[in-house]
Structure formats: structure tokens, C-alpha cells
T-cell receptor, first 115, second 113 residues
């Protein structure tokens, strides 16, 4: 199993550009989530999904969209990048239908810089 | 809503013990502990579910006091490999916080030879 994979590993954008961060897992996990990590802030939940076709907002959803058309994939879209979105983005998945009762497996992260 | 971790940072010598605390203002269903090394993804250590259980893994153990809405992570006879930032993630028992983890800001642990 590859586990949770994320692409790209690094990305530089200009203000106003849009892009999609890719996340995939091959463990047949129901729950998937996106976090952003900023220095001194810990991990903050952006969006999550409890199964294909079901998504919901986390703590800091503004400026981001998600979709979950398959169990495996959970892409994160930045609609119009802003410098405040400079961060490290982690995707995670969990076997159960929630993020709280089972191990969350994290992908390697995407380091995004918005100029 | 974000759980509060203490201390923010701790420096140990190899073989010393440490305790990291995690406190929430909300009623909790579960507490997770993760360790993250610099430039890497967080790695799961353990989950504690409501019921006041205590779990252990090698020389790292944790407790969960649901009445006090607190959890503590105990690292005994620390090794160099224990260095990293430790995060607690809490799942609330009610309302919108159910089913998702809210993470603390982390505790940076440095173990010196």
C-alpha cells in the first residue's frame, strides 16, 4: 500500500491564481480530511469528507473547495490564491466514518507559497 | 475551542522523563496524540476514548480524564528519537465538533545526548 499520497510536494503561486492539490489513498478509507499547518498554530481542519459524495466544512474553509467523487481521491482547490494561504497542507484519512475514533494517516504534505 | 497544550517546549537529557498536557474547554469523546518530526508528516501515537482509560506503547503512555477534559502524555527514559513536536487532537462529544479532530498548537520536545 502506498498509503496517503499528495501532489505536488512544493508549489509557488502568484496572488489570484487557482490550483488543485491532489490527495489519494489506497486503503479504502471512508474519512478523508485536509489540514493546513502554520508555524505556532498547529493543524487546522479545512474540509472533510465522511464518504464519496459527502463533504463538509472544517474550521478554516474560506477560499477552498473540495469534492469527493470516489473513495480514493479528495482534491483541494484554491479558488483565487492569497498570500494568507501560504502554508503546509496535509491530507489525512481514517478507516472509520469519522476522524475521531480511529487512527488518522497523514500524507507527506504540500508546501505552498503564494507571492 | 482549540485544546491548550503545556508546556510549549521542553528540553531533556537522554533518560529523563517528560509529561505533556492537553486541556479542553469542551466535553470530549476522544483524544489523539501524534508526533511530528521537522519537515515530515504527523505520525500517530495513540487514541484514548472516553472512559478514563490509560494506554501505553513501549515507554510512551497516556491518560485521559474525561471529567476534567484533560489528557496527559508520559514519556519515560527519553531517547534521542523522541525529539519532535507532539500534538494532541481532541474530538468533542457534542455539536459540530463530533467526528473531527481539533489539534492543539503542539509541544516541542528536544532530547539531548
Amino acid at each position: 500500500n502506498a498509503g496517503v499520497t499528495q501532489t505536488p510536494k512544493f508549489q509557488v503561486l502568484k496572488t489570484g491564481q487557482s490550483m488543485t492539490l491532489q490527495c489519494a489513498q489506497d486503503m479504502n478509507h471512508e474519512y478523508m480530511s485536509w489540514y493546513r499547518q502554520d508555524p505556532g498554530m498547529g493543524l487546522r481542519l479545512i474540509h472533510y469528507s465522511v464518504g464519496a459524495g459527502i463533504t463538509d466544512q472544517g474550521e478554516v474553509p474560506n477560499g477552498y473547495n473540495v469534492s469527493r467523487s470516489t473513495t480514493e481521491d479528495f482534491p483541494l482547490r484554491l479558488l483565487s490564491a492569497a498570500p494568507s494561504q501560504t502554508s503546509v497542507y496535509f491530507c489525512a484519512s481514517s478507516a472509520s466514518g469519522t476522524g475521531g475514533t480511529d487512527t488518522q494517516y497523514f500524507g507527506p504534505g504540500t508546501r505552498l507559497t503564494v507571492l | 475551542q482549540q485544546p491548550v497544550q503545556s508546556p510549549q517546549a521542553v528540553i531533556l537529557r537522554e533518560g529523563e522523563d517528560a509529561v505533556i498536557n492537553c486541556s479542553s474547554s469542551k466535553a470530549l469523546y476522544s483524544v489523539h496524540w501524534y508526533r511530528q518530526k521537522h519537515g515530515e508528516a504527523p505520525v500517530f501515537l495513540m487514541i484514548l476514548l472516553k472512559g478514563g482509560e490509560q494506554k501505553g506503547h513501549d515507554k510512551i503512555s497516556a491518560s485521559f480524564n474525561e471529567k476534567k477534559q484533560q489528557s496527559s502524555l508520559y514519556l519515560t527514559a527519553s531517547q534521542l528519537s523522541y525529539s519532535g513536536t507532539y500534538f494532541c487532537g481532541t474530538e468533542g462529544r457534542y455539536g459540530g465538533s463530533q467526528g473531527n479532530l481539533i489539534f492543539g498548537k503542539g509541544t516541542k520536545l528536544s532530547v539531548k545526548p
